[in-house]
């Protein structure tokens, strides 16, 4: 078997297509080679052998070796340097690269191959001993973390002691003298933690690395990330070894980072960071501010320190043209890693880049626009969740800002919270309600959960690609770093601003992640605007897309925003809760806890005209599109007074003893009340509630028809049935009161009647039911409570522990299961069709807003789904991908 690809020197045995089994970085760097562009040689070796590793416990593959063995020759070949040589050393750096980009969460070893032998020869061969210590002391602290386990923290406490006593800022003002002593120092600390000096054979070093790499696929970090992100454990990570080129190599050396666009507004500028006389993570990791790629991005950010194109021209100009070649041939923004080694500019890594929301629309449209992609792709580049990034409210350009600080727009939109100094303090102000800012030197993937947490993230250090302007991009939430004007005092918890403003833990702030600003307090802001990159994908989606997406609406507030985000219709008014506005909620009592037919007419009959105005509202603002409207669903209890004071109110309104109303609430206290008495059950025991709600919907169609001219098509939807009888005999009323209505109004009015599914039964008698039904709208929130026998409200508690322990992988509350209820589904749609073959069919349960379930819905040709408002463009484009 074929366990290692070489790649270098204008050739690749691998290419970007193979990322499954050379992972990202290595199929991408075959890539690169394949092309001409400069990629250091080196090799991959696959997926495969990871995944051989942890099933063959822990050992590595026949064969192996020796195919790394080869290829390491043709890197020797290509470079004309020898591993482990004491002329001409060949270093090595071993990088993981797994099948999705996990930024940071795995390990990479650099400068591999160098002892105290071959570190003279370097030095001597550079012509630059300082180098070739330098690269030393960079080795020797990596491989001892990453293979020998020894923290990196007591490395930097080594050599913060030694600038400190030499009266050094930075790491570059270090001598070839100075660095030797240093890592004198390391190697005896090595020998003191591990009681084994650090390893001298390069081929030692080597497999050492190798299987650190494969080891750090199950590394606590990854392992959490890839939880996070939906990566399953069985990809396995490839490792890439490859030959070295030097960016700490003086002067004319550098290191950076940079994105063919700006992954933060998607302008289509180059947009990079590097530094000179540095090496692998420096950028990112802030240990010295880095420098601007192009010279107008370094004017903008009003910087002094020059930038890529001012001092190595020519490297700048080679590298302009790498990153218009390689945007071209992966028709995407790219996310490039490079290095300079005296003027000579190599690239090490490109993938395609994540980016905002708002870069993600911007770019797919202007790419579309230079017919780089066409517009299908363009709406395909969109990450439906995605979206939810630019329903994020900004700050009123209107209001003046208290600015206590400023640093680097890192993910956009405002968020205001508490300052909290911890991610675990982040994560408890979370449990609890509170909105925290979580406020950081930097932050590193262990902070990834405090992040979740928090509203906002703010660090003091670090550039537009540090980890913490990385990961919140991508979780879509408001970040500012580098707020270098701000100092964060963790002994004290405080929070020092501008002019010495202290803050302390617990205080509120804004910022504003478009801006870079941290202003003091809450502050006035404004909803996103929809219109833009965002309105031009979105119309290039609904061209796309088979299904209709409505909304779930109960107010006239909802529907508007519905309206407005592009809903077409209305999938479920949910009639019970306006029953719970203002004093309705007391009329509705009197209702229920009549203890006559007479007396709930009574109620009833003040109820009218109060549905009525809320129906006509509706059908006004959907003008003309379906409005469907649930009949009363909720079991009756969840209305019923509590307290002795509400009980005693009600009684007083009814002319009731409250003694007498007591037990006539204790008389309809059920122990299980989701599955009691509710949904058709209720307009069967009490039909004149389901008469009133009948008319109310009729009576508010007359009136919406002669005001808008347009013509309005209420579908009437029946709960909770599982016999057909069920739904026959409430239709049976909806008739009735449908006639005296038309009558009364001398008017035709065309409705609909059907039914929700969302109980076993009826999915299994769909093709009887569909005989009454003229549509039917799964209930999948209720459907999946029904089907797997649990209860929504009580479920969370298990459902984590049971993801936790993988029994289950996703909660069936958020993504339809689609093996179970989806099964339920399919044989519902099938059964229906079966009887009414246009039958319409729809989902108005939490699931009609999830990407993943809307692919399930396509799959089996729903009409349309229904979600909350907020979630409709989401929807609009996950139907359009579902449909493509
Ligand atoms: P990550 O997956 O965390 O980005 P990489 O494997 O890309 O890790 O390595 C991190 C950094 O190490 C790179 O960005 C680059 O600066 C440096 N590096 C990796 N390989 C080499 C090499 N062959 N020569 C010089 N620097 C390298
Ligand atoms: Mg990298
Ligand atoms: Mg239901």
Known sequence: EKWVYSFGDGEAEGRASDRDLLGGKGANLAEMASLGLPVPPGLTITTSACNWYYSQNRTMPAGMEEQVMEGLARIERITGRRFGDREHPLLLSVRSGARASMPGMMDTVLNLGLNDDSVQALGHDAGDARFAWDSYRRFI?????????????????????????????????????????????????????????????????????????????????????????????????????????????????????????????????????????????????????????????????????????????????????????????????????FTIERGKLWMLQTRSGKRTAKAALKIAVDMAAEGLITEREAVTRIDPSSLDQLLHPTIDPRVTREVIGSGLPASP??????????????????????????????????????????????????????????????MGIPCVTGAGTMRVDMRNEHLIGLGGLTLKKGDIITIDGSSGQVLKGIVPMLQPELSGDFGKIMQWADSSRRMTVRTNADTPQDARAARSFGAEGIGLCRTEHMFFEGDRIQVMREMILAESEDGRRAALDQLLPMQRSDFAALFEIMHGLPVTIRLLDPPLHEFLPKTDEEIAEVADAMGMEPKKLRERVDALHEFNPMLGHRGCRLAISYPEIAEMQARAIFEAAVIAARETGAAVVPEIMVPL????????????????????????????????????????????????IAEAAEFFSFGTNDLTQTTFGISRDDASVFLTTYQRKGVIEHDPFIQLDFDGVGELMKIAAERGRQTRPDIKLGICGEHGGDPTSIHFFESIGLDYVSCSPFRVPIARLAAAHAAI
């Not at 001298?200 to 050492?208: A, I």
């Open 413 to 474: 939109g405002a968020a205001t919270g508490e300052i909290v100094f911890t991610a675990e303090e982040a994560v408890e102000a979370e449990a609890e309600g509170r909105k925290v800012i979580l406020v950081r030197i930097e932050t590193s993937p262990e902070d990834i959960h405090g992040m979740h947490a928090a509203e906002g993230i703010l660090t003091t250090r670090g550039g537009m690609t540090s980890h913490a302007a990385v990961v919140a991009r991508g």
């Open 721 to 768: 049935v599982g016999l057909r009888s069920e739904l026959d005999y409430v239709k049976g009323r909806i008739e009735e009161v449908a006639r005296a209505v038309m009558g009364e109004a001398e008017m035709q009015i065309d409705y609909l009647v059907g039914t929700m599914i969302e109980l076993p039964r009826a999915a299994l008698r769909a093709h009887v």
């Open 141 to 337: 602290q990596m491989y001892a973390d990453v293979v020998m386990g020894l923290d990196h923290e007591v490395f930097e406490e080594i050599l913060e002691d030694e600038k400190g006593k030499l009266g050094y800022e930075y790491d570059t003002d270090l001598s070839a003298a100075e660095w030797q002593e240093v890592i004198a120092l390391y190697k005896e600390i090595i020998e003191d933690e591990l009681g084994e000096p650090f390893p001298q054979d390069p081929h030692v070093q080597l497999w050492g690395a190798v299987k650190a790499v494969f080891a750090s696929w199950m590394n606590a970090r990854a392992v959490t990330y890839r939880h996070l992100h939906g990566i399953p454990s069985a990809w396995g990570t490839a490792v890439n070894i490859q030959a070295m080129v030097f960016g700490n190599l003086g002067n004319s050396s550098a290191t950076g980072v940079a994105f063919t666009r700006n992954p933060s507004t998607g302008a289509k500028e180059l947009y990079g960071e590097f530094l000179v006389n540095a090496q692998g993570e420096d950028v990112v990791a802030g240990i010295r501010t880095p420098q601007s790629i192009t010279e107008a991005a370094r004017i903008a950010s009003g910087s002094d320190k020059p930038s890529l194109e001012k001092v190595m021209p020519e490297a700048f100009s080679e590298f302009c043209g790498i990153c218009n070649r390689l945007e071209a041939h992966y028709r995407d923004m790219q996310d490039l890693e």
